[in-house]
């Protein structure tokens, strides 16, 4: 029973971690149709600037935390404005071949102006701990994942739906010609949608640096891999999908790593994205994927 | 792109047969440049610059592999690198000496072990199991719709990477796989890449090739016009990945040592840029790409081991190709979204010359 619980348990906080990146490739494709491939590098821009900032002499937990999320959010504004502005209006494939060549770039500018190395940073190992609840011990950071994704997606879900810029990117995601003939701005909206989709690159950065208590320049590209394939089989533009393919994926994982026997551990990657695939064959538009939820984007 | 459709379209319906000639044709044109590099490098390049032509003939025929998918469906294809592993790696288990397998695989199953074929038939066979490969992740590519079929190209480069790093008994895992028979030099590459190469502007120019470029400009068009777009897409797919098998068995034939790491993201990275700084709508383009990025890649990876510039040792720049590469990407993605070559083959320009020169 224990055993079990502590597996329900992990499922969960890597479900969490992946609706949390996930989301935020939703967000960014359900308005302008990018599939943001350089998001990984979002969630590394924010690890290292943890690590430069602790290099520096920062020591406070909650600063770094602020940090990272502020410098996620911001490197999201900033990939927009410099790169992905100019292939806005471009089909969906310049794009996302765009955003590709963006993560190069920058996965590259780690290795080359830090080190190719993984460089330790031990700010955020407090998050970490183990707590105990009378016979249960259970690790912290998953809590911590499980409550604060949470959180966040609850605070999304009120923002898109209550404030007015929310509905204006809700508006975006269906017709974003009619939306801005509302007199709506089109660089607010997307540079909203690209600050909301750092926060959440930048909260899970903050995730994986106290678990991993290193900084790598591949940091994010496989997470983000993984939370792509979420997104397909949520259905890709949707944000309820983004979220529940994310949880599916973590009990996915988890169950092959309690299911496969020691020696075939390193097939859980392979077999992941095998069921994942078996699962597009009978439902190609994903779970919860409906064409109303592409809008205006044709792909 | 739709200009160039119009071009072709009405001799297509007039004179079949004479179209087949012209794309014949423009293909062999379309190669002249790779044969006289070729010649070129046989003839005069000293041992190591061989040794360079070697690998870019095996990009050369990747990207003309990618071109055929990418270039015709207009669907952004991350996991071509699969077949090219599936390819070489299914030569090097298939041909290998049972001297070298001892050392290497002595617990292969389904009796590989004792099994050593000559290279021929281990190349057919290779080419038969990505050709099988290809088909079962094509049933399930052509179904999607562009931005998931691009997930699930990845899906299956992670799927098949990791089965090389993790099933020892066969693929070795993590280490080189050597003692592969070393049979093909630039000769053989040289014929190789112009068979690909013509083999693409076939395609290209097919009525399969004619109908897929049309669907991917206007699926809703195309599906009115009674155009079945998923089985063209499932065509093309298949016959890029053979393209691309075979590109990996002729680089097992030469290098005798592959690993599974030459197989992964390095190699999509260089052919991806490769083909979209060329331009992937055409078979020209692809090879324009591979001529000057291999040439560039090369002069950047001599800076980057650390040069020493009027007597200062820079230090090793690890990195710097990966930036430029990405650099040449987004920039190109920016401002010429066709690349170099745009929409017309080497022939079409050629004659469009000559026309208006008259």
């Excluded at chain 1, 600050?195 to 106290?210: K, Q, T, Y």
């Excluded at chain 1, 290193?214 to 983004?242: E, H, T």
């Excluded at chain 2, 469906?73 to 592993?85: E, K, M, P, Q």
Aim: aromatic share 8%; with cysteine.
């Amino acid at each position: 029973m224990d055993y079990a619980l502590q597996q329900v348990l992990n499922a969960l906080a890597f479900g969490a971690e992946y609706s949390l990146v996930a989301l935020g490739l939703a967000v960014v494709f359900s308005i302008m149709g990018l599939v943001n491939f350089a998001h990984g590098e979002i969630i590394g821009v924010s690890a290292y600037s943890v690590f430069l900032a602790a290099a520096l002499g920062l020591t406070s937990p909650i600063v770094a935390v602020l940090l990272a999320i502020a410098a996620a959010a911001l490197a999201a504004i900033a990939f927009e404005r410099v790169a992905f502005r100019p292939v806005r209006y471009a089909p969906t494939t310049t794009g996302l071949l765009t955003a590709f060549g963006v993560s190069i770039v920058v996965q590259n500018l780690f290795m080359l102006l830090i080190s190719p190395k993984p460089q330790s940073v031990s700010i955020l190992n407090g998050l970490n701990q183990m707590w105990f609840f009378g016979p249960f011990a259970v690790s912290s950071l998953q809590v911590m994942e499980l409550i604060v994704s949470g959180l966040t997606i609850l605070a999304l879900v009120l923002f898109l739906n209550r404030s007015t810029l929310g509905l204006a990117i809700r508006a975006a995601s269906r017709d974003f010609a009619t939306v801005r003939l509302m007199g709506i701005r089109a660089n607010r909206v997307i540079a909203t949608a690209f600050a909301i989709s750092g926060a959440l690159a930048g909260i899970a950065a903050v995730f994986i640096m106290a678990r991993r208590g290193s900084v790598s320049p591949d940091l994010g590209f496989s997470l983000v891999l993984k939370a792509f394939v979420a997104c397909v089989i949520g259905g890709f533009g949707s944000l309820p999908g983004a979220a529940v393919g994310g949880m599916l994926l973590g009990f996915i994982e988890v169950g092959l790593l309690v299911a496969l026997p020691q020696e075939y551990g390193g097939f859980k990657d392979a077999l992941t994205y095998a069921i994942i695939v078996a699962l597009l064959v009978y439902r190609p538009e994903g779970l919860l994927g409906q064409r109303v939820e592409l809008g205006d984007k044709e792909i | 792109m739709s200009q160039a459709i119009e071009d072709t379209a009405p001799a297509a319906v007039a004179r079949p047969g004479g179209a087949l000639a012209r794309s014949l044709i423009g293909g062999l044109v379309t190669s002249l440049p790779v044969l006289v590099v070729g010649l070129l490098i046989l003839n005069f390049a000293p041992t190591y610059y061989t040794f360079l032509a070697l690998g870019a003939f095996v990009n050369l025929i990747v990207v003309v592999g990618l071109q055929v998918f990418m270039g015709n469906s207009n669907i952004a294809n991350l996991g071509h690198s699969a077949f090219v592993g599936l390819g070489a790696y299914g030569v090097a288990i298939l041909s290998t000496p049972l001297a070298m397998k001892k050392l290497s695989i002595p617990n292969a199953p389904f009796g590989f072990a004792t099994l050593e074929l000559d290279p021929v038939s281990s190349a057919l066979l290779a080419l038969l199991a990505v050709g099988i490969l290809a088909l079962v992740s094509g049933k399930v590519i052509s179904r999607l719709s562009g931005v998931a079929a691009t997930i699930v190209s990845l899906a299956l480069l992670i799927i098949v990477h990791s089965v090389f790093l993790n099933w020892t008994g066969l693929f070795k895992g993590n280490q080189a796989f050597f003692g592969i028979p070393k049979v093909v030099g630039l000769p053989w590459m040289m014929v190789m890449s112009v068979v690909v190469i013509v083999l693409a502007r076939l395609f290209k120019d097919s009525r399969w090739g004619l109908q897929l470029r049309a669907s991917a400009q206007s699926p809703q068009a195309a599906a009115a016009l009674g155009i079945d777009a998923r089985r063209l897409r499932l065509v093309s797919w298949v016959l890029s990945a053979l393209i691309c098998g075979l590109a990996g068995i002729l680089y097992a034939y030469f290098a005798g040592t592959i690993s599974p790491k030459l197989f992964y993201f390095q190699m999509i990275f260089n052919t991806l840029a490769m083909l979209i700084l060329g331009g992937m709508a055409t078979v020209t383009g692809a090879m324009t790409g591979v001529i000057v990025l291999s040439v560039g890649l090369e002069f950047i990876r001599s800076i980057e081991s650390g040069v020493t510039i009027a007597g200062i040792q820079l230090p090793q720049l690890l990195g710097l190709s990966g930036v430029a590469l990405g650099v040449v990407i987004v920039l190109c993605m920016a401002f010429r979204p066709s690349g170099i070559s745009g929409r017309y083959e080497l022939d079409e320009l050629l004659s469009r010359f000559f026309r208006h020169a008259k």
